[in-house]
């Protein structure tokens, strides 16, 4: 099954590329591997939420928008090589949650992203992780999250 097949039978509609903050590209092929920007949870071109993780925003709602970076920065992918059937494998997800001081569930948010790109790639979406907390994140946006993908030879 195709990988845009598979999006469609789980209801994923990839969206537009978002547009860069600063001055960065979304996404970069290097050989067989492309690495994307860390994608903020944008929603038609805008934040759902603004703040920290564990004061005003729920891991609920974090766990959601981890999910839309990670669809965020597949929209990148697809963009930039031109579908998600080239992708061999996630290898590496890496997310920042900009969390309260007492806030320690960092991995759990990161889920969100993790979650869709197994459901999405099955085995191939098995990957390595970081889950990071930080103080803030561009915008006060809740979570970020970038890939590195491995492309089929």
């Not at 974090?62 to 090589?81: D, E, I, S």
């Not at 869709?116 to 979570?143: C, M, N, Q, T, Y």
Request: some cysteine.
């Amino acid at each position: 099954m195709s990988v845009e097949a598979r999006l469609a039978d789980l209801g994923i509609a990839l969206p537009d590329v978002a547009a860069p903050v600063a001055s960065y590209v979304p996404a970069v092929r290097s050989g067989a591997y492309v690495y994307t920007s860390g994608q903020l949870p944008f929603v038609d071109g805008a934040l759902p939420e603004a703040g920290k993780v564990g004061a005003g925003v729920t891991p609920e709602a974090a766990t959601g928008y981890a999910r839309q970076c990670a669809l965020n920065a597949l929209a990148a992918v697809k963009a930039l090589v031109g579908s998600l059937d080239d992708v061999a494998r996630i290898v590496k997800v890496v997310g920042f949650v900009a969390s309260d001081p007492s806030f320690t569930g960092q991995p759990g948010v990161v889920n969100g992203a993790s979650n869709v790109l197994g459901e999405i790639f099955g085995d191939a979406g098995v990957h390595a992780r970081s889950a990071v907390g930080v103080a803030v994140l561009p915008l006060d946006s809740p979570v970020e999250v970038e890939l590195v993908v491995e492309l089929k030879a």
